[in-house]
């Protein structure tokens, strides 16, 4: 049997896992991105209390590996009487992780909108959050994409670290193929493979949005 006859006997045994890897950081994506443009508002809010806080938890996101984060909410928060499942564990934490790195990717593409911009919305009655809105932030996410498209890679690959709290994701699968197999050094080059291959398609649906995006802008 060829390398390549065994892994696609290998892909049935592996498909749940890579399914449960993209469902984490697709909710980690679809979690983490807005909380992330929160934190970046709220660091810049002339608030000193909401800017204090957002700081916390953006520099305890960026500051803590995302492994020290899945151990802190998974053994951690049962010795204060709250127990989540593995699987919301690793999405509270991963959520966190991606927010506090976005947030200082929506601070920098914020601040890169030309101040020429603010004042054109302002003088065509686009106030407040209207010119946010319509003006500044569309402006500030196309800037931003480019490196929030790698944290999203990134975040893709750092879902395998969920393995370690028996999250069912690809890597765990991989593992528990290799203790039945023993071909430990073929299945995580699959594995490798399956990893490459998705973040290969992510990253060109994101040359196509940013395509789209200068288009319209």
Same mark, same amino acid.
């Given at each position: 049997?060829?390398?390549?006859?065994?892994?696609?006997a290998w892909l049935p045994a592996l498909s749940p896992g890579? $399914? +449960?890897? @993209? /469902?984490? !950081?697709?909710?980690?994506?679809?979690?983490?991105?807005?909380?992330?443009?929160?934190?970046?508002?709220?660091?810049?809010?002339?608030?000193?209390?909401?800017? %204090?806080?957002?700081?916390?938890? +953006?520099?305890? $996101?960026? $500051?803590?590996?995302?492994?020290?984060?899945? #151990?802190?909410? #998974?053994?951690?928060?049962?010795?204060?009487?709250?127990? &989540?499942?593995?699987?919301?564990?690793? +999405?509270?934490? &991963?959520?966190?992780?991606?927010?506090?790195?976005?947030?200082? @990717?929506? *601070?920098?593409?914020?601040?890169? =909108?030309?101040?020429?911009?603010?004042?054109?919305?302002?003088?065509?009655?686009?106030?407040?959050?209207?010119?946010?809105?319509?003006? %500044?932030?569309?402006?500030? %996410?196309?800037?931003?994409?480019?490196? @929030?498209?790698?944290?999203?890679?990134?975040?893709?690959?750092?879902?395998?670290?969920?393995?370690?709290?028996?999250?069912?994701?690809?890597?765990s699968k991989a593992y528990a193929l290799g203790s039945i197999?023993?071909?430990?050094?073929?299945?995580?080059?699959? !594995?490798?493979?399956?990893?490459? /291959?998705? !973040? &290969?398609?992510?990253?060109?649906? =994101?040359?196509? $949005?940013? *395509?789209?995006?200068?288009?319209? @802008?």
């Amino acid at each position: 049997m060829t390398i390549l006859d065994q892994w696609i006997a290998w892909l049935p045994a592996l498909s749940p896992g890579l $399914g +449960v890897s @993209l /469902s984490l !950081t697709g909710l980690c994506l679809l979690l983490g991105m807005p909380f992330g443009l929160l934190l970046a508002l709220a660091v810049e809010s002339k608030a000193t209390p909401l800017r %204090i806080a957002a700081l916390i938890l +953006v520099e305890i $996101g960026r $500051g803590a590996p995302a492994l020290v984060l899945l #151990y802190l909410l #998974y053994f951690g928060l049962p010795e204060n009487g709250i127990t &989540l499942p593995a699987f919301a564990t690793a +999405v509270v934490s &991963l959520s966190w992780t991606t927010g506090a790195y976005s947030s200082e @990717l929506f *601070r920098s593409g914020l601040a890169s =909108v030309p101040k020429g911009q603010r004042e054109a919305a302002m003088t065509s009655g686009l106030h407040g959050w209207t010119g946010f809105r319509y003006i %500044i932030l569309p402006q500030a %996410i196309r800037i931003s994409t480019p490196p @929030l498209a790698s944290l999203a890679v990134t975040i893709f690959q750092t879902s395998s670290l969920a393995f370690v709290i028996a999250v069912p994701e690809l890597m765990s699968k991989a593992y528990a193929l290799g203790s039945i197999t023993f071909e430990y050094l073929s299945i995580f080059c699959f !594995t490798s493979v399956l990893y490459g /291959s998705i !973040t &290969l398609i992510a990253l060109a649906f =994101v040359r196509l $949005g940013e *395509r789209r995006l200068n288009h319209y @802008l």
